[in-house]
């Protein structure tokens, strides 16, 4: 496969995802939304080495038309674009149901019809709700506690219902919490680094005591080029997760202990999810993709967090890339 087709390659993960995929030697096609500002989102902003070397293609994949236009002549799709923001799917949910739901139904469709060799969906470790037993494999049962995680749900259950009636050879990506440069300030650890950059000494922050499993961006995207490149696993899903868990409380005091700061956290209700929606446990079994995709992070455990911690402080210090954020307000 050489011709790759990234759907979200404006996005956080999937621009660095463009970027390495540019550098191994992949044609890449980036699939971004269409605005009137002409706007790539972070390909405006890819390293130079990469700018000018990987095809744009606009559209917006809730139309059908548009994606299989953005098939043709392919030979295999990452399939990233989707609406992520957890609190604007308790409000606007019709339009979780189009975007990642009807647009996984076109990216499949689109892609069975060109007779695309290699499918990769992209789901999340939301699907899962609270974890029920840690560290969670992939037989762990899935519950929707939020309309996002519902739409992932059924995105995910519409792939592999395409590679069971249909043999369309696909694998399914599951990643935990990614963080990293780029990362939308809806995320927590933007969040905490730009509100301590802009001067703050209290923070906001919503529920302290939920953990997460933190995975970075460098560690996701190899972990989508491992699924890529991959002669197994077809028909399953992968987690692509660090392997250890931390507190949001632990989390924004390591953040502030990496910039040399005290900070006091400060609860702001508006940024609580109502209580049975608030997903309190997340941590990764990432066995299955040793085993089978020989994947596993580089930034491994509490020593590589603080080292993405690190790498990611040190590009928001950056001030053409912090002046991109909002920190006086909630962003959902």
């Known amino acids: ?41 972070w390909l405006d902003h890819c390293e130079k080495d990469i700018s000018g070397k990987f095809e744009v293609f606009v559209g917006d994949v809730r139309d059908p038309n548009g994606v299989r236009t953005a098939m043709k002549g392919v030979d295999g799709v990452l399939h990233l674009a989707a609406l992520i923001g957890i609190p604007f799917s308790y409000h606007s949910p019709d339009t979780y149901i189009d975007t990642n739901i009807k647009g996984t139904l076109n990216v499949l469709q689109a892609a069975r019809d060109f007779n695309v060799q290699k499918i990769i969906h992209t789901s999340t470790s939301e699907v899962y709700g609270t974890a029920q037993f840690v560290p969670i494999t992939e037989e762990h049962p899935v519950k929707g506690q939020s309309p996002y995680s519902a739409s992932k749900i059924g995105a995910d259950q519409l792939a592999y219902s395409f590679f069971a009636s249909f043999q369309q050879p696909l694998i399914t990506v599951r990643p935990f919490n ?126 590589g967090f603080q080292r993405g911690l690190e790498n990611t402080i040190d590009w928001f210090k950056d001030p053409n890339n912090l002046k991109n954020y909002k920190a006086d307000i909630y962003n959902v």
């Open 1 to 41: 496969m050489k011709k790759i087709l990234v759907t979200g390659a404006d996005g956080f993960i999937g621009s660095h995802l463009t970027e390495s995929l540019v550098r191994k030697g992949y044609d890449v096609k980036a699939f971004v939304y269409y605005n009137s500002f002409n706007s790539w989102g």
């Open 178 to 303: 990614t963080y990293g440069p780029r990362q939308s300030a809806r995320a927590i650890i933007p969040t905490i680094i730009t509100q301590i950059l802009s001067g703050k000494r209290k923070i906001k922050l919503g529920s302290l005591h939920p953990t997460r499993d933190f995975n970075y961006v460098l560690d996701t995207v190899k972990g989508f080029i491992a699924a890529l490149e991959s002669s197994n696993g077809f028909g399953e899903v992968f987690n692509i997760g660090n392997g250890f868990e931390i507190s949001m409380g632990d989390t924004a005091k390591l953040i502030a202990k990496c910039l040399g700061n005290d900070v006091e956290i400060e609860g702001d209700e508006s940024r609580l999810r109502p209580e049975k929606s608030e997903v309190e446990r997340l941590w990764a079994s990432n066995t299955k993709a040793k085993d089978i995709l020989n994947w596993e992070p580089d930034y491994k455990g509490l020593t």
